[in-house]
């Protein structure tokens, strides 16, 4: 029976068929629905794995897959003081097509973890995290104890 799995967060795993790739995110596997999203987000195709039983994942919301700025991206507000360092990204709010959530990345380490790509982080000059219309989703965190 699937179940959440957060000691898996930012792991991508495909399956054994090798059609689908997921992104492991809140103890839950994420389908990416195309090349173009996931080259949006992550760094490459290196370091996906395969050998892992993903039906014993549950199941969340799919990546966003339309294009920028309507789909999922990273972005970061390097002129507003209080948050230049944070990077975050922008995700469909869960249950709904139309909504988005900013969700801060929480640290480098992380970042790194889900092998997200800083090459593609969007740059909004001249604007404040507090002045985006998103609400706050949940903090995209390193892996934790099952």
């Given at each position: 029976?699937?179940?959440?799995?957060?000691?898996?967060?930012?792991?991508?795993?495909?399956?054994?068929?090798?059609?689908?790739t997921y992104v492991v995110d809140q103890g839950q596997?994420?389908?990416?629905?195309?090349?173009?999203?996931?080259?949006?987000?992550f760094q490459d195709w290196e370091g996906i794995l395969t050998d892992i039983d993903i039906d014993e994942i549950e199941t969340g919301e799919p990546i966003s897959g339309e294009k920028s700025p309507l789909g999922a991206f990273l972005f970061q507000?390097?002129?507003d003081?209080?948050?230049?360092?944070?990077?975050?990204?922008?995700?469909?709010?869960?249950?709904?097509d139309t909504q988005w959530v900013k969700r801060h990345i929480v640290s480098l380490d992380v970042f790194a973890l889900y092998h997200?790509?800083?090459?593609?982080?969007?740059?909004?000059?001249?604007?404040r995290v507090?002045?985006?219309?998103?609400?706050?989703?949940?903090?995209?965190?390193?892996?934790?104890?099952?």
């Amino acid at each position: 029976m699937p179940r959440k799995r957060t000691d898996l967060n930012g792991l991508r795993v495909k399956t054994a068929s090798g059609k689908y790739t997921y992104v492991v995110d809140q103890g839950q596997k994420r389908w990416i629905p195309n090349p173009i999203v996931y080259s949006k987000l992550f760094q490459d195709w290196e370091g996906i794995l395969t050998d892992i039983d993903i039906d014993e994942i549950e199941t969340g919301e799919p990546i966003s897959g339309e294009k920028s700025p309507l789909g999922a991206f990273l972005f970061q507000c390097p002129d507003d003081p209080s948050h230049r360092d944070k990077i975050y990204l922008k995700d469909k709010k869960k249950n709904t097509d139309t909504q988005w959530v900013k969700r801060h990345i929480v640290s480098l380490d992380v970042f790194a973890l889900y092998h997200f790509n800083a090459n593609n982080i969007e740059r909004f000059r001249s604007l404040r995290v507090a002045d985006l219309a998103w609400g706050d989703g949940a903090p995209i965190v390193k892996p934790t104890e099952p």
